[in-house]
T-cell receptor
């Protein structure tokens, strides 16, 4: 059974700080990894998708990396803003099926 | 561009009543479709997925069923709801690129 773990479970930072969210996975045959954002009571918004052949993806202030050998991914958020406050979820898709395995998320609070 | 629609946004149903949640995708053909549930304090759990019309795979035994009557339509149903069916239900699709796109979700409360 594949597992995805996210650390920390919650994080509170002052506005403007750079921060890193961590995700680890057990699937050695990973197909891709996707980072999502979820606001309270809302659906999931895709932030970044990293294919297994890629090392990183960038979108604006966000950068996600993927290290298959160590089973880790990080989401780097530069110059955080209060609007970044949300739960961030990482999800891994294995090569043998269509299923996404989710971590339990990191609840990020950016204080003004 | 592709869009995914899910409705209703909120639903309160009595125990024992039937359920029908609908999800449609626009702007793509032959998508893979998924139903996930997010229970309070728990992670996202895959309930069903479909790779084509009439093709449904169930991930966990439960009180729910799914159907795909058309290429871009996915329906989640129950004949008799239980209290434990309460949760946040999310529909999603994926295509050739492998990334998932989620709908806005349905908050179901069974009373």
């Amino acid at each position: 059974k594949q597992e995805v773990t996210q650390i920390p479970a919650a994080l509170s930072v002052p506005e403007g700080e750079n921060l890193v969210l961590n995700c680890s996975f057990t699937d050695s045959a990973i197909y891709n990894l996707q980072w999502f954002r979820q606001d309270p009571g809302k659906g999931l918004t895709s932030l970044l998708l990293i294919q297994s052949s890629q090392r990183e993806q960038t979108s604006g202030r966000l950068n996600a990396s993927l290290d298959k050998s160590s089973g880790r991914s990080t989401l780097y958020i530069a110059a955080s803003q209060p609007g970044d406050s949300a739960t961030y979820l990482c999800a891994e898709r294995g090569g043998s099926n269509y299923k996404l395995t989710f971590g339990k998320g990191t609840l990020l609070t950016v204080n003004p | 561009s592709q869009t995914i629609h899910q409705w209703p946004a909120t639903l309160v149903q009595p125990v024992g009543s039937p359920l029908s949640l609908e999800c449609t995708v626009e702007g793509t053909s032959n998508p893979n479709l998924y139903w996930y549930r997010q229970a309070a304090g728990r992670g996202l759990q895959l309930l069903f997925y479909s790779v084509g019309i009439g093709q449904i795979s169930s991930e966990v035994p439960q009180n729910l069923s799914a159907s795909r009557p058309q290429d871009r339509q996915f329906i989640l149903s129950s004949k008799k709801l239980l209290l434990s069916d309460s949760g946040f239900y999310l529909c999603a699709w994926s295509g050739g690129g492998g990334g998932y796109t989620f709908g806005s979700g349905t908050r179901l409360t069974v009373v």
